[in-house]
């Protein structure tokens, strides 16, 4: 097991949506450390959220399997540019998207420029999030709520409602759930609701597209080293990230890819409607 840095860590604080280049540690996100065994050749997938995070360490692992990438991303242009970088050195072909998912609109012309490009998808990751953190129900403004809900779950459905016309047999839709669905932290109310939806839909698609022979799957991951992080909490919350669980620290990005790529594989294929807990070692019922 390698030995990833536990907290505490350096007070630090950015804007959302963040940065990975900015972090302190910076993330580990399998830059060095996945090797491909071809599990996923001749593969194409779309990852949203695919410029950092779980997203990159995702992108990577997909690429040196051997699969061609579409990236969405909201606009973190450096970070998107250097993962669609490491795609193409693995020998892949990477589609590279800006956005706002949280717009149906922009979901609909992802999925068409994606399908434009390779023609079909076989693997959607469905992985971009918001969060803010709020001591009270009266502090979140109805604006936040509604963009939570916007990009955390709305863009889930319109993105694999345009997606699933163009998924052949044997593809799969991976959502990014998280433990906040069976343990909501309360500051995260908003976010840890709409984790709660995709589980629920989850579970649910995977019933609805069973004759059609597509995969429905999530993983639910615990505290993860992220951008997200510094974005959306404060300083002193980040120095004490991940303390309180079994291993003591939060995962990093590339400790999830195993479970991502265990779900898109077509050997898994008797595996739909489950949800993958990564929670080091935080039970997850």
């Given at each position: 097991m390698s030995d990833y840095p536990k907290p505490p860590f350096p007070e630090q604080q950015?804007?959302?949506?963040?940065?990975?280049?900015?972090?302190?540690?910076?993330?580990?996100?399998?830059?060095?450390?996945?090797?491909?065994?071809?599990?996923?050749?001749?593969?194409?997938?779309?990852?949203?959220?695919g410029d950092s995070g779980i997203g990159r360490a995702v992108a990577i692992a997909y690429a040196r399997e051997g699969a061609d990438l579409a990236l969405s991303w909201l606009d973190e242009t450096e970070d998107a540019a250097s993962t669609a970088e490491l795609v193409r050195e693995a020998g892949r072909d990477c589609l590279s998207i800006p956005g706002d998912i949280a717009d149906p609109g922009h979901c609909r012309t992802l999925v068409a420029q994606v399908v434009e490009r390779f023609g079909r998808i076989d693997i959607l990751v469905n992985n971009a999030a918001h969060q803010?953190?709020?001591?009270?129900?009266?502090?979140?403004?109805?604006e936040e709520w509604r963009r939570t809900f916007a990009v955390n779950i709305d863009a889930?459905?319109?993105?694999?409602?345009?997606?699933?016309?163009?998924?052949?047999?044997?593809?799969?839709?991976?959502?990014?759930?998280?433990?906040?669905?069976?343990?909501?932290?309360?500051?995260?109310?908003?976010?840890a609701t709409t984790k709660g939806a995709i589980q629920n839909?989850?579970?649910?698609?995977a019933q609805m597209l069973a004759e059609r022979r597509i995969r429905v799957n999530a993983v639910a991951p615990g505290p993860v080293w992220t951008p997200l992080i510094p974005a959306s909490m404060s300083p002193e919350d980040v120095s004490r990230f991940g303390a309180d669980?079994?291993?003591?620290?939060?995962?990093q990005p590339v400790e999830l890819a195993t479970a991502y790529v265990m779900l898109a594989e077509p050997m898994s294929s008797y595996v739909s409607g489950a949800t993958i807990a990564v929670t080091g070692g935080k039970p997850m019922i």
């Open positions: 950015q804007s959302l949506p963040g940065s990975f280049r900015k972090m302190n540690p910076r993330p580990d996100h399998g830059e060095e450390s996945w090797k491909g065994t071809g599990r996923l050749e001749g593969k194409v997938a779309l990852i949203t959220g803010r953190l709020f001591d009270k129900i009266e502090e979140i403004p109805d889930i459905f319109y993105l694999t409602k345009a997606a699933v016309p163009h998924m052949p047999e044997g593809a799969a839709i991976i959502n990014t759930a998280s433990i906040n669905a069976d343990k909501p932290n309360p500051k995260l109310l908003a976010y839909f989850t579970t649910g698609l669980y079994p291993m003591q620290r939060p995962a």
